[in-house]
């Protein structure tokens, strides 16, 4: 990926050996105004920190991004302080020849930006800042402990509240020995929000062999859970910016856990790592076990859909309506419950839908007069249907699928009665063939097996994994589910049950440790 010409034209006078001398790999522009985003998603940016300046090829693109920021800067090399004053320099920085690791540890910044030096222990004066940090934070680090994790470990630290931080290092500390600490730091100060692991042939940085992270935190109160997204190719990087508008929600993550359920002393790459689909056989068509078709059309969404508030103002009884969700934003998890019915329903969540029952009602007479003076009547949809107001007759399905998906398919188990709009497609389940129900089908949906099943099929229709109409479900592969013999179709149901609330990885793993030694 490119470096700016400013670095690039810096790296040539000064040659690779000085810039190994002091780690001077820079950050590719692409990358750097993605990490310049998520400092601006602060809603009061006003004082950033850059810790290894270089260049300042952030503050570069925050300053011509945001107006009344302040950006203080730090590095250790003489030659390219030099560099950037002669060359560089426009104003908006204070930039200081000194140690960042030595400066002080009170200040705190809203946004902290950071490519830092990379050294092994052997390479930089490694006791004095794991004293540092002993000093500082209160716990001792391995001293074979990278550099750019002592940088990470002190940035944290300085985070005003509100205030966001974002760091481009390599990946090695999510699985290494001394990056437990560091690990157990993150999540214990709050601030862990993605974590974003590039898993590309090239690398990042053309001319370091390592394989690089995008580390994002906030100081803000908005999430207890942590994202893993891994970029595959530089054609993924535009996940990146979905993550970062989307937050605080993390819907667009390849996988989140919350802080509870991710352990500092196992490896993040069982958090993230990529699945291997083995060849599968006996395979069927998806139709054989169930049926997809999409949710409920109302022609006018906005006049159907209700939440208690508004049909309080409009004095309609509740037996007028019937429990819907309409929008997939109100499901969030693998499950909807009675209780998640009730909690959205009493957060005024559009959860129902207008089906008059009888015209004996005077405030569901007014309603449907309304809608025939503003011509909800005449719209496509509800010109075709007798009476107009009338929804189509359908049942609850048992399984939801997300219409659109950007990180694959999302797959909810509905335990209610709630109808759904078009915002997911119904899967309804085949009655109980060969012991296939609700459930054990659920259980291999949310599995890996079932997901590289469905986009191998979505590859083979060209339209990717963006969007799936409910044929293109009913035409997928999936293993026949059927054929499992029932000491494994318990086992994957316990798995269920035991998980429902939180499909974390460790679970699915065990479901596709089962679906692949049957089926691999
Ligand atoms: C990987 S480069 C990143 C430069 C630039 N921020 C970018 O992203 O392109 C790391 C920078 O940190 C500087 N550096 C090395 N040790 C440092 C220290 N202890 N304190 C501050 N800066 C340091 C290096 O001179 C180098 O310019």
Not at 138 to 155: D, E, I, Q
Request: negative net charge; aromatic residues 12%.
């Amino acid at each position: 990926m490119a470096i700016d010409i400013i670095e690039s034209g810096y790296s040539e006078s000064v040659g690779i050996e000085h810039r190994k001398k002091f780690a001077q790999f820079f950050t590719p522009v692409a990358i750097a105004d993605i990490m310049v985003d998520w400092l601006l998603g602060c809603e009061s940016l006003t004082s950033v920190l850059e810790p290894a300046f270089g260049l300042g090829v952030f503050s570069r693109i925050l300053l011509s991004k945001a107006e009344n920021v302040n950006v203080l800067g730090y590095d250790t090399d003489p030659v390219i302080y030099e560099y950037y004053h002669n060359k560089v320099s426009d104003g908006g920085v204070d930039f200081l020849l000194d140690d960042y690791i030595n400066c002080d540890w009170n200040m705190k910044f809203d946004g902290i930006i950071c490519n830092p030096p990379y050294f092994k222990f052997h390479d930089y004066d490694n006791k004095k800042y794991i004293t540092a940090i002993r000093e500082n934070l209160g716990f001792r680090l391995r001293m074979h402990t990278n550099l750019y994790a002592v940088f990470l470990l002190k940035s944290i630290s300085q985070l005003a509240a509100g205030g966001r931080c974002a760091y481009i290092i390599p990946s090695e500390f999510l699985n290494s020995d001394y990056g437990v600490q560091v690990k157990k730091y993150l999540l214990e100060s709050g601030t862990l929000r993605h974590i974003i692991v590039f898993n590309f042939k090239e690398n990042v940085f053309d001319d370091a062999t390592t394989t690089s992270a995008i580390i994002l935190c906030a100081n803000d109160k908005q999430s207890h859970s942590v994202g893993f997204t891994k970029i595959n190719t530089s054609a993924e990087i535009g996940k990146i910016n979905r993550l970062i508008d989307s937050y605080p929600s993390m819907e667009n993550a390849d996988s989140v856990l919350t802080v509870d359920n991710i352990d500092p002393s196992v490896k993040w790459k069982n958090y993230y790592s990529s699945f291997e689909t083995p060849k599968l056989k006996h395979l069927v068509p998806f139709g054989t076990y169930a049926k997809v078709m999409r949710g409920i059309a109302t022609g006018a969404n906005e006049y159907f859909s209700f939440n208690l508030s508004k049909a309080r103002q409009l004095g309609i009884d509740c037996r007028h309506f019937k429990p819907c969700i309409c929008h997939s934003s109100d499901v969030s998890g693998i499950l909807f419950s009675d209780s998640d019915y009730s909690d959205a329903l009493n957060a005024d969540k559009d959860v129902m839908i207008f089906n008059p029952l009888d015209l004996n009602d005077a405030h569901v007479v007014e309603y449907i007069r309304f809608g025939e003076d503003t011509d909800i009547n005449k719209r496509f949809l509800t010109s075709k249907r007798n009476p107009w107001y009338g929804m189509e007759n359908r049942m609850p399905a048992p399984i939801w699928v997300g219409v659109f998906n950007r990180s694959g398919l999302k797959f909810v188990r509905n335990e209610t009665n709630t109808l759904n709009l078009t915002t997911f497609h119904c899967i309804y389940v085949q009655e109980n063939l060969f012991g296939v129900d609700a459930d054990l089908l659920f259980t291999y949906l949310i599995s890996n097996c079932a997901k590289n099943l469905f986009s191998a099929s979505a590859r083979e229709y060209g339209n990717g994994l963006s969007k799936f109409e409910p044929n293109d479900l009913n035409k997928a592969n999936m293993v026949d589910l059927g054929i499992l013999d029932e000491s494994c179709k318990k086992r994957l149901r316990e798995l269920y049950y035991a998980n429902k609330h939180n499909a974390d990885p460790f679970f699915i793993k065990k479901v596709d440790d089962i679906l692949f030694s049957a089926f691999g």
